[in-house]
């Protein structure tokens, strides 16, 4: 599902959100990567790792092409049943007002349209925010049969 309204998840108990803010550069993926494997394995959240690294570093990555600011804030949120992970930036999204269609889907966003189960951007005094959800194979939220993705071993 491809949603412009932000979602956002209510704390709960089991909800952990962890703020990072990432200096631009070509380490900012990298970094990215590292704290969203350490977020799931901390909190044992059922998603496809592969997947959510993907995703985040492909989100952090156009974060760090397109901002013009010196840093780029990574929230990752994981509760029961999800992970949640946003880039909040201080660039403006294009002006849209219903879902985006394939057209209209920014090049460096069709991995994440495609993979998650929710993406989507909303508007943050600062800027913007550009998110992705997964859902755990055991949630009742997640789809029947659920996407995996395998690269080859480098």
Known sequence: ?????????????????????????????AEARRQLRAAIDARDVHVDHDVAVLLTSDLVTNAVRHEA????????TCSPGQLRVEVHGTSTPPAQTGPPTDAEIWPGLILVATLSDEWG??????????????????????????????????
């Open 1 to 29: 599902m491809n949603t412009l309204a932000p979602p956002r998840p209510t704390p709960s108990t089991g909800c952990h959100v962890c703020r990072i803010r990432l200096p631009m550069g070509a380490a900012a993926a």
């Open 69 to 76: 600011g010196e840093t780029v804030t990574l929230v990752i």
């Open 121 to 154: 951007f909303y508007r943050i005094p600062a800027g913007k925010v550009v998110f992705f959800t997964l859902f755990s194979a055991l949630s009742s939220l997640h789809p029947e049969v659920p996407c995996t993705l395998r690269f080859p071993a480098r």
